[in-house]
């Protein structure tokens, strides 16, 4: 595994591969980052992912929205690869709620499932921004869990085009 950081007007990320491609990006010391973990057990380098990566980066936060074609390989449980599959479906500038994602899951074939399950599956999203959890919001609209913080998460929204009520809820 190698890993390398990179820097992003909302601070820096840490990104991660193997032979099959990239496997995290992590805002610095967001919640569970394991920039740290890569860290101690891969070693410092570059590689054609982490270009692709960068690329799509500057891109993004330049307001140039392209379709991620970053090789992706993110580790997760069955159920959580299918919610970041989903995620994936999300275009920039709308959102869905985590009762919507598990409606979808269930029409899928999936046995019930919660909207908290939905979260938490969300919440260990490894691929932040590639995989875009952000566009995930409350059933009112509401700003809820971002594990780089919810003022990265409105920015990230802002950037994409979204606007806010007084109360900080997403005018859609």
Known sequence: MIW???STPLGPVTLAAEEAGLTGLWFVGQAYDKGPWVRAQGKEGDCPVFCQARQWLEAYFSGTFLP???PLAPEGTAF???VWEI???IPPGKTM???QIAGLLE???HRRVS???V???VGRNPLSLLIPCHRVVGAQGQLTGYAAGLWVKRRLLELEGASFDSRGRLIR
């Open 68 to 70: 991620v074609k970053v």
């Open 4 to 6: 390398t950081e990179v």
């Open 115 to 117: 909207a908290q399950a």
């Open 119 to 121: 979260g938490g599956a």
């Open 107 to 109: 029409a899928r074939g």
């Open 97 to 99: 709620t985590y009762g």
């Open 87 to 89: 995620l994936r479906t």
């Open 80 to 82: 959580q690869k299918g």
